[in-house]
């Protein structure tokens, strides 16, 4: 475990066994270990997968794409005529709202991801914009729907009466952004089944639960839809002349994560070792990085290995040369946006068991094995 | 990820990242990740760590251990007079009872472990025998509870009514064997903060709880001790004459686990891989292992890398010639015993959230990325 603390990070390492991090075993809920991010795009092998029932089988002779509602000429599509229409290709990051749960002190319900529910992938399809111009959505539609075809009753209260679809609403303004997706590709294969296939929707800038997967439906509405999860579950306080009001989730919020070192990782005392790390935001670019090695005390810039490009996280590295000191050190990283905003420094509560996008603290063991 | 299918388990592989899992932040609970096993001593770095509360800072120079209850010569050590007298080491592999929990579906309450709650270490310290015996141990005593400075007011009803303690106490007739110890080193060094600073129990054999960390007091009692961490948690229902009758949990139950593949791993097809695993019996010896890679429709026995030694694991692999055909295929292990007894098929009610032995299911993904 020793072994070289000199590494290259703009090369690929050394392969090595993947796999996902269980953290649901049924519904399958699983993480990334985040160290093994190497690559600009997230390989699918890797991407988390992130599910509120079991996933669905669908049969692609048989689907089919409804969109209806607020619209002039209610479609049905079937996956040919679906796959007919002009497509494009985007890079998009998708982080699960409740991403790094497990830092939150003390515990919260529900799946305790670490660092690893986010990933970078390249997502082909139509944009959504191109199927409500050929339904006519109408002017006075507010939001558009998208509904899954995975189904059951969801577990926290207040719980519905029955089972219920998965379903997410976007607001108007952004479901007619030439970004979103109605996508049967990622990284240039279908869809596998745990990442919705055939069809799913790519919200970019959302968080990952506006992405509904196994995509079925599409519904303009005339008022906000006040669905299970936007009121119940994905929900925040927002306060209203000093009411709390429930908001649903939305925007990704600004945030950087350290990938390595990973959590208690021995490192030599008085090495070059290379910190490395990713950051996005929802609709900005993330500008700037700050790395502290003692806590918090002092921070030092990171440079970016990727671009800044809308919608897509940006990786980057820290030289750190570690004490000689023998000891644990905890590692943070800090964003900045293009709005000159930096991440809190601590999780908001009214966002609940959501949103944990304060810088998260990485605990490293310094110390030569050879002088045991 | 693609990478060669082809590994070595007998040389160590290529250094990587290690670090552990987090499961859960405070107290400190984190998992190896269980596809790092390369060596029949786990590093210390990697080894689980497990904690029911925040660990207690002991300054070894105000340490005292002190041995009462039903002895005839009650007495306290300090860790100097401890470490003076003669000391033994052995190898023991310590399972957290509650290891694979993430597999229990409907999910359960409780640390979300998947299969890295486990280790084999060289643990070094006095017999508890020959404290025992220092002390003058009462012919009545029937058991000895060992207590650790780690205090506070545990979750699980029934909830005692103000902090306490942990303690768990250990039969008369294993705490007189041998291979028990009073520990202050792991693999060499002295024990790490999280691993029990400065002296701990060992009690090789049996799940993890019963190796008391951060010990203190070493009670020899007359009547069954009915602490939390036996009754409440750590219990299980027993039959007598067909009425439920509350035990401890003791023995660790024989179980094999696949560490390569890792759940979701993607393999090369038609490629020779090897398995790898580890495989642990309570009392007994592993005799014996075999392998599906089909869900449990055949089996196929594997080869042992390390001699069956009590109360260590033993390294296991087997060859797999990977299918042509690409797809989702389930890896299953099963480990047979010197009393001939096997794995069960499942996961045995009365055991509650604890005890999964049963074999694991790893998911694991056959295709060749070159043909996408």
Redesign the interface.
Known sequence: ????NKQSVDEP??????????????PTN?EM?F?KVDSYIT?T??FYIRSHFPAPRIDVTDYQLRIKGAVRNPLALNYQELREMPSETRTATLECAGNSR??????VRGA?W?LGAVGNAEWTGVPLRALLERAGLEDDACEVVLEGADRGTPAEEPIPPGPISYARSVPREKAIQPEVLIAYQMN??HLSRDHGYPVRAIVPGHYGMASVKWLTRIQAVREPFQGYWQTSDYGYWDYLDGKPVRRALAEMKLKSVIA???????LLPNRSYTVFGAAWAGETDVTEIAVSTDDGQTWAEAHFIDPARRHAWRRWKFDWLTPNQRGQYTLLARAKDANGTVQPDGHDPNFGTYVINHPLPIE??VEDPSE?
Chains 1, 2 share one sequence.
Do not use: N
């Open positions: 475990m020793e072994g070289s390492r050394q392969s090595s066994p993947a796999g996902l991090i269980i953290r649901q075993k049924e699983l270990p160290d390989p092998e890797l497990v830092f939150l002190v003390p515990q305790q670490e240039g294969r390595r070192p990973r959590v208690y990782e021995t490293v063991l045991r």
